[in-house]
């Protein structure tokens, strides 16, 4: 896991940044449906194990002007929502 937050009401929030190690092998050169199969058997888990798992590309957050308004709204919706909201 990229990132752990324990927020109030007991809730447990990962956060995974994924670049193409995600989900490729030979350096990006070949999709590897195997290692994304493992990555979602982990969110399985973790969400098992009462974790909320958010995701992230990391296209989505490399340049700073358009990863600001993309964190900005996920964590106004994250922080606005309480633990009955919850999966």
């Known amino acids: 896991m990229d990132f752990l937050m324990l927020l109030p009401g007991s809730r447990r929030v990962v956060l995974e940044v994924d670049g193409m190690q995600h989900y490729t092998r030979h350096g990006g050169a070949i999709p590897d449906s195997a290692k994304y199969a493992a990555t979602m058997a982990g969110d399985r888990d973790l969400k098992f194990r009462g974790y909320e798992v958010f995701r992230f590309g990391h296209d989505e957050l490399r ?8 964190l900005t709204d996920f964590f106004r919706t994250l922080l606005g929502r309480t633990p009955d909201d919850c999966p």
């Open 63 to 70: 340049d700073r002007e358009h990863a600001r308004p993309v």
